[in-house]
């Protein structure tokens, strides 16, 4: 079971959140994070975003992926709107960062990127967002707005007991690079995708 182990708040470029770390116990040093804007009215659906960590994306600015992008966008949309980044630590569909540049290395040799994990004996996408929702208790949302592309975050609300007021969208321009990535995700994935 997930237990709330800290909380701090944090101010940031797109405005003040209260910073939440779940973990089984507290000596775990990957905690699943909940980025709650100061602006948000529990009393109504909330916004949500699950966001899986993506170092390569988010933090070294990767042109291979549009989560960084995606990251930013979702925090200047709740810092305005109200609502919470739900941050889960399942860095590269739930693969880790050491297979992801493995994958990366087979994705310049032509495969892509569900060739490429499977060629790896990996599964196409790991990720489950079981922790998210119970983070989503452990908050008391009842109500929710889900900011997502994808919908197998919509269906991983299916009978949890949290009510899906509504999907938004929040899709990013594609660019030269990771253009055959997005088209994967579109094709292969089901992903709700118009920009591409």
Not at 50 to 59: A, D, L, N, Q, R
Not at 98 to 127: C, S, W
Not at 134 to 144: A, P
Not at 149 to 172: H, M, W, Y
Request: aromatic fraction near 8%; hydrophobic fraction near 40%.
């Amino acid at each position: 079971m997930l237990q709330i182990q800290a909380q701090s708040d944090i101010p940031t470029d797109f405005g003040v959140f209260t910073v939440y770390a779940f973990s089984e116990d507290n000596t775990d040093w990957m905690p699943h994070l909940a980025w709650v804007s100061k602006t948000t009215d529990f009393d109504r659906a909330v916004h949500v975003r699950f966001h899986s960590e993506c170092i390569t994306g988010e933090v070294f600015h990767s042109k291979k992926c549009e989560c960084g992008q995606q990251l930013d966008a979702a925090m200047k949309f709740v810092s305005e709107k109200g609502g919470m980044i739900i941050y889960l630590r399942q860095e590269g569909r739930n693969i880790g960062i050491i297979n992801k540049l493995k994958a990366y290395a087979l994705q310049e040799q032509g495969l892509d990127t569900v060739e490429a994990n499977l060629r790896l004996g990996l599964p196409a996408d790991g990720r489950n967002f079981e922790a998210a929702i119970e983070m989503l208790k452990l908050l008391e949302v009842k109500s929710i707005y889900l900011l997502t592309n994808n919908p197998d975050k919509l269906k991983a609300l299916e009978g949890s007991g949290i009510t899906l007021a509504g999907r938004v969208p929040l899709e990013i321009n594609s660019n030269p690079v990771n253009e055959s990535y997005l088209m994967t995700k579109k094709d292969y994935f089901g992903h709700l995708l118009e920009k591409i």
